[in-house]
């Protein structure tokens, strides 16, 4: 396993800004990392992601399409897909939960979305695949169940995740690549307490919070954190799965969170709408269709400063692929510029004052 570098330069009560390096590359948290599932962001191209440190790739999809023969050509996937900064693989266990499947105790029967063939990924072979995408970080197999599962069915789910992740730790091999633990336990604060002693036991590079955005309430997912948050290593990144939106990961930044990621402001686009800070609003909206100004007055990314809500409004309308690119880029960059500022916040001590301003201004 690869060290991850990590120097915290400030807090505001829990929240902190952390410089961090990791094989040469360095990047500042808290941060949101955009989803490139099958290593591209839809409608978007890399290019146009200048403030964007790390992006999420999906170790199912990729496995399955293109296929490891092909990233083998290109001695990974930072060059097939022409990224040279950072990249985190997700294991496939989400799509354990989202894709039809049979567990076991030894892996997860998984269905080709592609072909409707079968095949079996065990916690091993999911850390050959991703060695061989040549991620910068990589996430254990875990067994993500649903969150209102019952009791007996989640102690099983993390007993499950210890098994997977003692496999993995010992399987993984890869020097260059970090390895992060994933603590799993529903809404029951002593199984996410006993998962979270499972993995600080493996001693993994960076550990995540698993198992949340998946049908829990705003209040659940704060107590879970604030909870599970407490017993992580204060020199460990911290990293909340499948989260993205603006409130929900300030929520999150106040109790300590460093990492995020969701397809949520790709997602908002694709349906015309358009983050505003804290807020998003439907472009679709007949009361746009004259409307001079840009989507959102005062910022500064390449749409915002070149066309008008009627203009994009019209593309959304006739031409959806350019406007699904367009809203994409702003929704994006929106969401990097809040956590730019949540960082400039948190250094001079104004993080509450900047969370209110956002959610209320």
């Not at 061989?132 to 649903?146: C, E, G, R, V």
């Not at 499972?198 to 998946?214: K, P, Q, R, W």
């Not at 959304?316 to 809203?327: D, I, Q, R, V």
């Amino acid at each position: 396993m690869n060290d991850i570098e990590l120097k915290t330069v400030a807090r505001d009560g829990k929240a902190r800004l952390n410089e961090v390096t990791l094989n040469n590359k360095q990047f500042q948290t808290p941060l949101f990392m955009p989803v490139a599932t099958r290593g591209a962001l839809k409608s978007l191209p890399f290019n146009y992601l200048d403030d964007t440190d790390i992006i999420l790739a999906n170790t199912y999809h990729l496995y399955l399409r293109p296929g490891l023969e092909v990233i083998k050509e290109f001695g990974g996937l930072h060059n097939f897909i022409g990224w040279n900064k950072v990249i985190l693989t997700d294991s496939g266990g989400f799509q354990g939960w989202s894709i039809p499947n049979k567990f076991n105790d030894d892996g997860i029967e998984f269905k080709n979305i592609y072909d409707g063939s079968k095949f079996f990924m065990d916690p091993t072979l999911s850390m050959d695949i991703q060695q061989t995408l040549n991620s910068d970080i990589a996430m254990i197999l875990d067994s993500l169940i649903d969150i209102n599962k019952e009791y007996d069915e989640q102690l099983n789910a993390i007993q499950t995740t210890k098994n997977w992740a003692l496999e993995a730790r010992e399987h993984h091999s890869n020097s260059n690549q970090s390895l992060f633990g994933i603590v799993q336990g529903g809404k029951h604060k002593e199984l996410r307490e006993k998962s979270a002693i499972d993995m600080l036991s493996l001693d993994f590079n960076g550990y995540a919070i698993g198992g949340l955005a998946i049908g829990e309430t705003q209040q659940e997912r704060k107590e879970i954190v604030d909870f599970t948050v407490e017993m992580l290593p204060q020199n460990k990144l911290r990293y909340v799965m499948g989260l993205g939106d603006i409130e929900g990961m300030l929520d999150l930044i106040e109790l300590g969170v460093d990492i995020f990621d969701c397809v949520w402001p790709a997602r908002l686009a694709r349906h015309g709408k358009i983050i505003n800070r804290g807020k998003f609003f439907n472009l679709k909206n007949s009361k746009y269709k004259k409307d001079t100004d840009p989507l959102v007055i005062g910022c500064k990314c390449f749409v915002c400063s070149n066309f008008s809500k009627a203009y994009l409004r019209h593309l959304l309308t006739n031409e959806s692929t350019s406007a699904w690119f367009y809203l994409t880029l702003h929704n994006i960059v929106q969401t990097e510029n809040i956590l730019n500022e949540v960082r400039k916040s948190i250094l001079n001590s104004e993080f509450d004052k900047y969370k209110e301003s956002v959610l209320n201004g």
